[in-house]
């Protein structure tokens, strides 16, 4: 890809502006604060398109740092660049509310699918790009984007099942299942623990409401057959009453016996005079017989006096039951009275306190069968390991496959970047190394050393050729132009020399924005 043109119409400062490129290495020179920051970010913002940001990130952001100075809400510019024997236009409205693409081909006359501009890109995202083929200003230190870009570069280069996929961001999104997996079963596992508990206590107080209820109904029952007693009690005294009284009937027995006696006697007279002719026993017997019918009459007579006697005491026993039976039924009915409502009431008591600790009784039963149930319940814990078990496998399969391959592929990477830092250096460092962590070691033909032992200069420069190497790793047909703003400051005039030498054969396009004169001075000399 060669960029032919770009017209910022509304971009920062410029205008209107419009400025045409060519093949080989084209230096844009200008002073400070003339705007050549403003144009390369115009270039990638014409690949990419600049995002608004939000909150206080906004004020400071890309978006707000390139609107232009006049005619805000005309933010917008073209960019034309050649690709294979054909020209396309990029037309790019940035402004928020209105954004726009449009992605047309010159040659053949036709308007394309702004999605097809990752085609010429190579696939490459805006943070691949800025990575590679484009950087400048106080440092060319890469960041973790070229390292998963180079990945994901080696795995679709070396894999075809992995085409496509961006690994690092497959491995983060793995991790993260991984911990949502981790918490969800932690949640699990402790909403399980949580019901547990909460079944147990549950359990516990329904067990102390039937212990009470328990005790509550012995006692109810108790005081039930306390108040059957007291009235079974009060009844038997009313009985023992009615059968004192009875018996004083038999108080006139002993003289109806004497009155017996004495008629018994007269007649045993009577016989004895009647059968004895002595007129002695018969003066005897008629003595005896008149002693008995005195007898007879006195007992009579006593035993009138005491029938009169009963019956008076009869008379006065019958109104003495009278008044005890009216007291006995007076003081039933009060004792009815007071004991009914407290009966009923505790009968009441007793019936509720007897179902609600059947209702208690069944409710235990049901808490305990579902505490056994949770106990036996592994299925979504068990789930939750299942997953996890299949996002440990994929983990370390990713994983296994990505150095595999990366393995294969970093040899050759590893052998560019010597070549080119051979180059750029004078033979100096005769290699760069990058392990699977992406970290550089540098190669003296004396020592091996670490990326923060050489100087500020040389480690831009390695930088600098990590950048070249990784970019035509990823672009090994259709090259992208290198876009570098400033990107030289810490260089030395011979070590810049080499480096433009070696820029003036890679076969790239170069858009070499600087505020220096060497560069141009140099190229001119190496022209010449």
């Excluded at 509550?216 to 029952?221: A, F, I, M, S, V």
């Excluded at 979504?380 to 399969?397: G, H, N, P, R, W």
Aim: with cysteine.
């Amino acid at each position: 890809m060669e960029i032919l043109e770009i017209r910022m119409d509304h971009f920062g400062k410029f205008n209107g502006q419009s400025m045409a490129f060519h093949p080989g290495i084209n230096v844009v020179y200008g002073d400070n604060e003339t705007g050549k920051s403003t144009m390369r970010a115009f270039i990638r913002g014409m690949f990419f398109g600049i995002d608004r940001m939000r909150g206080r990130a906004a004020q400071q952001d890309e978006y707000s740092l390139r609107q232009p100075w006049e005619n805000g809400s005309y933010y917008s510019g073209m960019l034309r660049f050649q690709s294979g024997n054909k020209v396309y236009r990029i037309e790019r409205n940035f402004e928020k509310r209105d954004k726009e693409v449009r992605l047309i081909c010159e040659t053949e006359g036709r308007e394309l699918d702004p999605e097809e501009l990752s085609a010429f890109l190579n696939g490459m995202d805006e943070t691949a790009f800025s990575n590679t083929v484009f950087f400048g200003g106080q440092s060319g230190e890469t960041d973790d984007g070229l390292a998963n870009a180079v990945r994901n570069g080696m795995i679709n280069a070396g894999s075809s099942d992995l085409s496509g996929i961006d690994t690092a961001k497959a491995m983060e999104e793995l991790k993260e299942e991984r911990k949502n997996l981790e918490r969800g079963k932690k949640q699990k596992v402790a909403a399980k623990i949580e019901k547990m508990q909460e079944l147990s206590m549950k359990i516990d107080y329904v067990r102390q409401e039937l212990e009470q209820l328990a005790k509550q109904e012995t006692k109810q029952r108790e005081q039930l057959k306390a108040m059957e007693t007291e009235i079974r009690e009060a009844g038997e005294a009313y009985n023992r009453d009615k059968e004192e009284t009875e018996m004083g009937n038999t108080g006139t027995i002993a003289w109806k016996a004497g009155k017996i006696a004495m008629a018994v006697i007269a007649v045993a007279a009577l016989a004895a005079a009647l059968v004895v002719d002595d007129w002695q026993v018969r003066a005897g017997a008629v003595a005896v017989i008149l002693m008995a019918c005195l007898g007879v009459q006195l007992f009579g007579v006593r035993d009138q006096k005491q029938k009169d006697l009963l019956r008076e005491q009869e008379a006065q026993l019958r109104e003495q039951r009278m008044r005890q039976e009216y007291e006995r039924q007076k003081a039933q009915y009060e004792r009815q009275q007071r004991n009914a409502p407290r009966k009923e009431r505790l009968l009441a008591n007793l019936e509720w306190t007897a179902n609600t600790r059947r209702e208690k009784q069944v409710m235990l039963e049901e808490l305990q069968e579902q505490q056994q149930m949770l106990k036996t319940q592994n299925g979504e814990v068990e789930e939750f390991e299942q997953k996890l078990s299949a996002i440990y496998l994929a983990m370390d399969t990713l994983s296994e496959v990505t150095t595999e391959i990366y393995q294969e592929y970093a040899e050759r990477l590893n052998m560019r970047i010597s070549e080119i830092l051979s180059v750029i250096t004078g033979g100096k460092y005769t290699g760069a190394y990058l392990d699977e962590n992406f970290q550089v070691r540098v190669s003296t033909p004396q020592k091996l050393l670490s990326i923060w032992q050489i100087s500020r200069g040389t480690m831009e420069q390695v930088y600098f050729v990590l950048r070249m190497a990784c970019a035509e790793f990823l672009n090994p047909e259709d090259m992208l132009p290198l876009v570098l703003d400033d990107a030289f400051i810490t260089y030395d005039d011979t070590r810049l020399e080499q480096t433009l030498r070696w820029l003036s054969l890679c076969g790239r396009q170069v858009l070499l924005f600087t505020c220096h004169r060497r560069e141009q001075e140099i190229l001119q000399r190496l022209y010449q």
